[in-house]
């Protein structure tokens, strides 16, 4: 896949034009808590053609080590990259940094494109050969906040992409994700090695990775390892600068992602952080507690620890074993296909009407300055993972906690272990 980035000053409307690409509706993969700005990546489609879109932070003047961390962050967006958008201020006109930047972008091999936004009218597009002073062949003039121009800019984008061809809709696809030294590889290993026949070896579309297609009980499936990925400060390093975006690529293309814990180091932050990047890009999530057999705690101790760190993932399935004694290996294949299967698990509808019905019933939602939340209607609009509909009379007055109830109450009378769930609001009109 075609991997494009945004690069330029603060303010210019990266994140704006970002957004607008990838569409709100899309998975945003990386916004991690206790990396400084760091690269986010989507996925584009734009005419049954898809790209990966990388935004990141804006490049000022300055030797503050703020600024050098958004600079390596960027400079290791430009260097995976295959195509670059320099996006500048169409209102401010250039500046000093953008000059830093073009700079920058003319030392490197890559294509450029310089996208000028906040170009809202046609006395704005008066200014636009202003910009080829910057040296590049191809100008777009852009609005991010009106929609305007992304048409000619995703054409030239996509222009010499082949269509996206369809995979395989019941090919479940799986990666391992997790710290350095976890044991990924040897998990990988372990269930290569156990009675199953590899189908093929293919080229992933991330460089330097290995998607294992192999049958298991006659079906096939599709396993990608992942690089370790390592916390703040260690991501700078020149050995592991691709390392993070490989892995965060490797979950964008997964159904289901196994967070593998290393028992005997115990449960860190940095593993809340990984599984939060699973969450954020909408898969299924299992929890593989490796080297159980280096241990003396007893499952129930570790449920307990598990329920309380990752109490943002309650649904999560949880596997306890052992790769290298390969100690009940055969027990992850089992909860890896049952999360699939909620993944992609479709509800009839007067179920589903059924269920909130009852749930409104036992539990009005509270009222809200003398008003109260009705809800007319359930639908589900989409799987993997699955996503409801709910049509309501005001969906401001949706309190989070009744919202929260209304999932528990999904949870409890179907099987959705091991998937998030996505709850939407519209007003009946809407």
Known sequence: MKTVCLIGKPNTGKSSLFNRLVGEEKSIILDMPGITRDRIYGTVTNQNKSFSLI????????????????????????????????????????????????????????????????????????????????????????????????KNLLDQITKDLPEDVEEESDLCKFCFIGRPNVGKSSL???????????????????RDAVDTKFSYHGKEYLMIDTAGMRKKGKIYESVEKYSLLRSLKAIERSDVCVLVIDAEEGI???????????????????????????????????????KYEFQFATYAKVVFLS??????????????????????????????????????????????????????????????????????????????????????QLRENIDFTGTPILLKFKNKEE
């Open 323 to 408: 790769a290298k004694t390969r100690k009940r290996v055969s027990t992850l294949m089992p909860e890896i296909i049952s999360a699939y299967e909620n993944y992609k698990r479709i509800v009839p509808t007067s179920t589903l009407n059924a269920i909130i019905q009852d749930a409104a019933f036992i539990h009005a939602a509270p009222s809200f300055r003398g008003r109260r939340l009705k809800i007319y209607f359930v639908k589900q609009e989409d799987a993997k993972p699955p996503k409801f509909v709910f049509h309501v009379n005001d969906k401001k007055l949706i309190h989070f906690s009744y919202e929260r109830y209304l999932e528990n």
């Open 55 to 150: 935004d990141t932070g804006g490049i000022e003047l300055g030797e503050d080590d703020f600024q050098k961390d958004i600079l390596a962050q960027a400079t290791f967006a430009m260097d995976e990259a295959d195509l670059i958008l320099f996006v500048v201020d169409g209102k401010e006109g250039l500046g000093p940094s953008d000059y830093k930047i073009r700079d920058m972008l003319h030392k490197t091999d890559k294509e450029v494109l310089v996208v000028v936004n906040k170009m809202d009218n046609e006395k704005k597009m008066e200014d636009i050969y202003d910009f080829y002073e910057l040296g590049f062949e191809h100008i777009f003039p852009v609005s991010a906040s009106h929609k305007l121009g992304l």
């Open 188 to 206: 990988v290993n372990a269930i290569l090695n156990k009675d199953r026949s590899i189908v093929s070896n293919v080229p992933g579309t991330t």
């Open 268 to 306: 860190i932050e940095h593993d809340k952080h990984i599984a939060g990047m699973a969450i954020h890009a909408g898969k299924a999530l299992v929890l593989c507690v490796n080297k159980w057999d280096t241990v003396s705690e007893s499952m129930k101790e570790w449920q307990e620890k598990l």
